[in-house]
């Protein structure tokens, strides 16, 4: 469970990074990374106001959640 959790936390800062580069420097595909900067954003008005801030927050988040699906697992279990 710990892993698909990791999984997750990877997938959601690979995407806020994508969407930041996104943002920055127009990327000249749609894919999966993408998806949260290109549909999520723009629909919420709020998002859409701060998409640069939104994109490294979803980052962030992304990275707690890899950290918190190791915390607390042995050292020897790795």
Known sequence: MRNVIG????VLLLQGVSGAIDHLAVQP??????LFNRVVIPRVEL???HAL???LS???LG???MVAADWGQP????
Do not use: C, P
Request: proline share 0%; net charge neutral; hydrophobic share 60%.
């Open 63 to 65: 990275a707690l959640v």
């Open 53 to 55: 801030l939104a994109n």
């Open 75 to 78: 050292s020897g279990s790795r």
């Open 47 to 49: 998002l859409a106001d």
């Open 7 to 10: 999984l997750t936390g990877l």
């Open 58 to 60: 979803l980052a962030a």
């Open 29 to 34: 595909f749609m894919s999966l990374l993408n």
